[in-house]
């Protein structure tokens, strides 16, 4: 086998020469486009990194927010408790203290009535001690006489009842 030299040197010259072009018009913009979507990825791989912990620290707003939300349901829930007992206990007290009123006013229309029979009651009984008088005495009384008798009936009514 017999090597050429110069066909050689021709094709090392031509292989270098064509290197130099491809590394120039191919390669080159070839290795920019692939620098350029390196560069993309790199940057959307950041993009998503950074909505991750946006997305977390937003989670965990909303999970403070939440639990801040049932904390103040749950003191509405409870002053509305309070509320509903302290109510309750002011309709209760207002309504002993208008059955005590009722049971004072009950108590004073009993006196009042018990002090009217009492008084129709001397009024019946002096009628009728006049009338027995009279009968007994059979004859007329004066008045002043009677009225002198009704006090003194009534006096000893009085004393008995």
């Known amino acids: 086998m017999h090597i050429e030299w110069t066909t050689f040197f021709i094709q090392i010259v031509a292989f270098l020469i064509l290197y130099f072009l491809l590394q120039k018009f191919a390669f080159g913009p070839l290795f920019g486009m692939m620098e350029k979507r390196r560069q993309l990825v790199k ?3 950041q993009t998503a990194e950074n909505s991750r912990k ?3 620290q937003l989670l965990e707003e909303q999970k403070q927010a939440l639990q801040q939300t049932r904390k103040e349901a749950h003191d509405i829930i409870e002053q509305a408790r309070q509320t509903s007992s302290k109510q309750a206990d002011e309709i209760v007290a207002a309504a002993r203290k208008e059955a005590d009123r009722l049971k004072d006013e ?4 009993i006196e009042n009535e018990k002090n009217k029979a009492v008084a129709a009651l001397r009024s019946q009984v002096s009628a009728m001690s006049v009338l027995i008088a009279s009968k007994i005495i059979e004859k007329q009384i004066d008045e002043k006489t009677q009225n002198d008798l009704v006090e003194h009936y009534l006096k000893e009514v009085g ?3």
């Open 159 to 161: 004393g008995n009842v």
């Open 43 to 45: 940057d959307q791989i």
């Open 54 to 56: 946006q997305a977390e």
């Open 106 to 109: 009950a108590l004073k229309d």
